[in-house]
């Protein structure tokens, strides 16, 4: 059924791990603020450290997502981000990096309109390795994963604080690439995420399963992104680097000179936290 084919989330977490590494997987909202300013962004990341890309596809009602990047999803789509300019910025990435993942993160509804074995196929061509579609559950695996996985594309799944042991296995089920554990139960930059609690439910997760399993939600600081590195393969930090984003617009929302290096500094000290 699946493409059997190494996908480079496979070989990056692999290299990772060779050199006792943990992933800093950077999230970004496509076209946020504006379509230039959020592709120099996303060529930046892998200099400033990112192992792995996270990007948001623009969505009217995102909801795990917190204000930080609904605001983000507002922003980008008021700048006229599209599906189709997603992957073409996908494809610009590309024409300059073969190797950084990059993971699609979104929501079932524009997928839908777009055709899902279309949207697969293209994604596909444009340079994308994984789908995290937040809400299509396992149930739903004919709609989107299934076809995600025979186009070669790993199809990553969320586990949350509220995922007991008798749900777990359908949920690894037809997942690759990584499993991303949600820290905490709720939105996207609400909370901290608690050590202890976070390191258990790791442990107990990677007892049924091979695949790396990043956490994600929550963490703003290096020291954050370190100590969740430190129990898990990996760290997702989003919403405060879309914060930093929105703290360098002028008053009309256009990015100010230093956006973007601002932007990417904040991402190497996180990724030097990761790598701690």
Do not use: W
Request: charged share 20%; glycine share 8%.
């Amino acid at each position: 059924m699946a493409d059997t084919t190494q996908t480079r989330l496979d070989t990056r977490f692999a290299e990772l791990a060779a050199r006792n590494e943990k992933a800093f997987v950077a999230f970004v909202t496509a076209g946020d603020p504006d379509r230039e300013t959020s592709q120099a962004i996303l060529a930046g990341l892998p200099e400033a450290g990112a192992d792995v890309i996270e990007i948001g596809m623009p969505f009217t009602d995102p909801m795990a997502d917190g204000p930080a990047i609904q605001v983000a999803s507002q922003r980008a789509l008021k700048a006229g981000q599209t599906v189709v300019g997603t992957l073409d910025m996908v494809r610009a990435f590309r024409a300059d990096n073969d190797t950084t993942p990059i993971v699609l993160m979104g929501y079932y509804n524009p997928i839908y309109h777009y055709g899902p074995e279309k949207f697969v196929a293209e994604a596909k061509q444009a340079g994308v390795d994984g789908l995290i579609i937040v809400d299509l559950p396992a149930e739903e695996d004919e709609e989107l994963c299934l076809p995600a996985l025979r186009g070669g594309l790993n199809f990553i799944r969320l586990a949350t604080p509220t995922t007991d042991d008798k749900r777990l296995p359908s949920i690894l089920t037809n997942t690759s690439g990584f499993l991303y554990y949600v820290s905490i139960a709720g939105i996207t930059g609400s909370a901290a995420p608690e050590q202890n609690a976070v390191a258990s439910n790791v442990a107990r997760i990677k007892g049924q399963t091979e695949l790396p399993v990043v956490v994600g939600f929550g963490i703003r600081t290096p020291e954050q992104a370190h100590d969740i590195a430190s129990i898990a393969d990996g760290a997702v930090v989003g919403s405060v680097l879309v914060e930093t984003i929105a703290d360098n617009l002028d008053a009309d929302g256009k990015a100010q000179p230093d956006c973007i290096k601002n932007v990417l500094l904040l991402a190497s000290q996180l990724a030097s936290g990761v790598k701690k």
